[in-house]
């Protein structure tokens, strides 16, 4: 399976952006994908999760109410869109796809996800 991010760039606070991801190769070996984030000097952080088939989502507390993660089955790609963005949104957002099969909860856990895209940076300035 091949991730390709793509829709990072710089926004003032308050401002939007939208993310895609495009899942290629053996993606009917994926049940869910995910974005995940990391800030400068900071480990991996979960932002939100979402399942191919059901569409049943899961997301972070940092950003519940602000970031929605939407799937196109037929195009195998992923998006997250991302409103009032504020200077800790800051990171580079990497998609990633999971076989896991479990509770949503589940796929808050970043060893869960098996393949992994190459990242798209997100700066927000003040």
């Known amino acids: 399976v091949q991730l390709q991010a793509s829709g990072g760039g710089l926004v003032q606070a308050g401002g939007s952006l939208r993310l895609s991801c495009a899942a290629s190769?053996?993606?009917?070996?994926?049940?869910?994908m995910a974005w995940l984030r990391q800030a400068p000097g900071k480990g991996r952080e979960f932002v939100a999760a979402?399942?191919?088939?059901?569409?049943?989502?899961y997301y972070g507390d940092s950003v519940k109410g602000r970031f929605t993660i939407s799937r196109d089955n037929a195009k195998n790609t992923v998006y997250l869109e991302m409103n009032s963005l504020k200077p800790e949104d800051t990171a580079v957002y990497y998609c990633?796809?999971?076989?896991?099969?479990?509770?949503?909860?589940?796929?808050?856990?970043?060893?869960?996800?098996?393949?992994w895209g190459q990242g798209t940076q997100v700066t927000v300035s003040s």
């Open positions: 990633a796809a999971t076989s896991y099969g479990g509770s949503l909860y589940g796929l808050s856990r970043l060893n869960e996800y098996d393949y």
């Open positions: 979402i399942t191919w088939s059901s569409g049943s989502t």
């Open positions: 190769g053996s993606t009917f070996r994926t049940y869910a």
